[in-house]
């Protein structure tokens, strides 16, 4: 596909970045990025790395993360989900950048340009950039205009939202899955809202990413599915933040409690028995399994290495 181009405002010719992902989709239809083999996660690797920041707490950053702050001439970061104690404390020299409210068009460009000139660009994604990040189209756009781009993980916000419940997301007998969701709205249809099925199956721990403003409808839709009432709901307000706040109820009871406390943005709707952590039982590893050595089979080595 060729590289179709647009006037920008600025009167210069831009690739257009639909056309770039569409054009690095076709190509990996076709076949897979050598580098997937070359590198791991956690690897220096040149190019643009696409950084999470971790829930908030300058401490949950990565090392990795943390030594490409500390060389950055540019960070684009993703806004108020990222601390800025964070960029005060990492990003000594660089020039910071807000991403919100910038399109493709702005974004793309900028990070180009900056990289050409040699400067060591960092984009900075709240959590882990693989979870509702949109990274892929950045990085794919950015690719296509042969700079280089690779993820470096961070910690995502359910996994803050665990520890400051001090819970697992899984649980031995209480939850077997885990499923990271969002609530319907502009971006998902009712169809693709699979809340419902989640908390349906019993043994799934439901974290809902982007709904705090609707926690209501959310509730109200489970309690039209007849979902138990009594079903342990968790909604952690900036885990990891210095204002942190964890309100905990139901299924039935939860929503009044977050408007009380007015959130409507930046908090992990957390649903299902591993909220509370009661009633799992002990764990084959560290029972029957650990008893049978070395020499079981391929599965039973998978398991002991959890
Ligand atoms: C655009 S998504 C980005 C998620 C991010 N990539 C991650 O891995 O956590 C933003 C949503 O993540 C959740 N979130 C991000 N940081 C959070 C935090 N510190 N505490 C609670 N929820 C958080 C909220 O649900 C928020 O609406």
Same mark, same amino acid.
């Given at each position: 596909?060729?590289?179709?181009?647009?006037?920008?405002?600025?009167?210069?010719?831009? !690739?257009?970045?639909?056309?770039?992902?569409?054009?690095?989709?076709?190509?990996?239809?076709?076949?897979?990025?050598?580098?997937?083999?070359?590198?791991?996660?956690?690897?220096?690797? #040149?190019?643009?790395?696409?950084?999470?920041?971790?829930?908030?707490?300058?401490?949950?950053?990565?090392?990795?993360?943390?030594?490409?702050? #500390? *060389?950055?001439?540019? &960070?684009?970061?993703? %806004?108020?989900?990222?601390?800025?104690?964070?960029?005060?404390?990492?990003? =000594?020299?660089? $020039?910071?950048?807000?991403?919100?409210?910038?399109?493709?068009? $702005?974004?793309?460009?900028?990070?180009?340009?900056?990289?050409?000139?040699?400067? !060591?660009?960092?984009?900075?994604? /709240?959590?882990?950039?693989?979870?509702?990040?949109?990274?892929?189209?950045?990085?794919?756009?950015?690719?296509?205009?042969?700079?280089?781009?690779?993820?470096?993980?961070? &910690?995502? +916000?359910?996994?803050?939202?665990?520890?400051?419940?001090?819970?697992?997301?899984?649980? !031995?007998?209480?939850?077997?899955?885990?499923?990271?969701?969002?609530?319907? %709205?502009?971006?998902?249809?009712?169809?693709?809202?699979?809340?419902?099925?989640? &908390?349906?199956?019993?043994?799934?721990?439901?974290?809902?990413?982007?709904?705090?403003?609707?926690?209501?409808?959310?509730? =109200?839709?489970?309690?039209?599915?007849?979902?138990?009432? #009594?079903?342990?709901?968790?909604?952690?307000?900036?885990? +990891?933040?210095?204002? *942190?706040?964890?309100?905990?109820? /139901?299924?039935?009871?939860?929503?009044?409690? &977050?408007? *009380?406390?007015?959130?409507?943005?930046?908090?992990?709707?957390?649903?299902?028995?591993?909220?509370?952590?009661?009633?799992?039982?002990?764990?084959?590893?560290?029972?029957?399994?650990?008893?049978?050595?070395?020499?079981?089979?391929?599965?039973?080595?998978?398991?002991?290495?959890?």
């Amino acid at each position: 596909m060729s590289n179709e181009t647009t006037e920008t405002d600025a009167g210069t010719e831009e !690739n257009d970045p639909q056309d770039a992902i569409d054009a690095q989709g076709d190509r990996r239809r076709e076949e897979l990025d050598d580098r997937i083999f070359e590198h791991s996660a956690g690897d220096e690797q #040149e190019g643009i790395p696409f950084v999470g920041a971790g829930p908030g707490n300058p401490r949950l950053l990565t090392v990795a993360g943390k030594e490409l702050l #500390e *060389e950055a001439d540019l &960070v684009v970061h993703a %806004g108020s989900l990222v601390n800025s104690e964070l960029l005060e404390e990492y990003c =000594d020299h660089a $020039e910071l950048v807000n991403s919100v409210g910038k399109d493709l068009e $702005e974004l793309i460009p900028l990070m180009r340009d900056a990289y050409e000139d040699g400067d !060591n660009v960092v984009r900075l994604h /709240s959590g882990d950039p693989a979870i509702y990040g949109a990274a892929l189209e950045q990085m794919d756009a950015l690719e296509h205009e042969d700079v280089p781009t690779h993820f470096v993980p961070g &910690v995502t +916000s359910a996994f803050a939202a665990s520890a400051t419940l001090r819970t697992q997301l899984t649980l !031995n007998e209480v939850s077997n899955h885990v499923a990271f969701t969002r609530p319907q %709205g502009k971006t998902l249809s009712p169809e693709e809202d699979h809340i419902s099925d989640f &908390v349906e199956m019993g043994d799934v721990t439901t974290c809902i990413y982007l709904g705090t403003h609707a926690v209501r409808e959310t509730m =109200d839709r489970l309690l039209e599915d007849d979902h138990d009432p #009594e079903t342990p709901v968790a909604v952690i307000y900036h885990a +990891s933040w210095p204002d *942190e706040d964890v309100i905990v109820g /139901s299924i039935g009871d939860i929503a009044d409690r &977050v408007e *009380e406390a007015g959130y409507r943005a930046s908090a992990m709707v957390v649903i299902g028995d591993a909220v509370t952590g009661a009633g799992y039982e002990r764990s084959y590893l560290y029972g029957d399994w650990a008893n049978r050595g070395s020499s079981g089979s391929a599965g039973e080595t998978e398991a002991s290495d959890d």
